[in-house]
């Protein structure tokens, strides 16, 4: 699965089929220099925004085997936000 911010770079997370919206939200606020910044995903191939307090699985929600999140912040900022050491070690794709 992979998280696309809105300046363009790509946070890319592993996750099972049976796990839920709110892994991802999870693995995206861990990566943030302030994880209590709001935000929303929506579905790259259609738009709709994701429930991430949703008990749906990833399967149900139709992002097995792979799929594309754009992330949009809830402030209207531009950057991506993440984590310093995360953007030192960030590989272009």
């Known amino acids: 699965m992979r998280v ?9 997370g ?3 089929g049976h796990e839920k919206a709110q892994a991802v939200a999870e693995l995206v606020r ?16 259609g738009g709709n925004t994701v429930d991430l ?12 085997p792979s799929v594309l999140l754009n992330l949009r912040w809830n402030d209207g900022f531009k950057g991506s936000g993440l984590n310093g050491s995360l953007l030192s070690i960030s590989q272009p794709l």
């Open 53 to 64: 307090e949703s008990e749906q699985t990833l399967v149900e929600l139709g992002f097995v």
């Open 30 to 45: 861990f990566c943030l220099d302030d994880g209590t910044r709001e935000f929303k995903l929506t579905n790259a191939g």
């Open 4 to 12: 696309r911010f809105p300046d363009g770079i790509v946070l890319q």
């Open 14 to 16: 592993n996750f099972g």
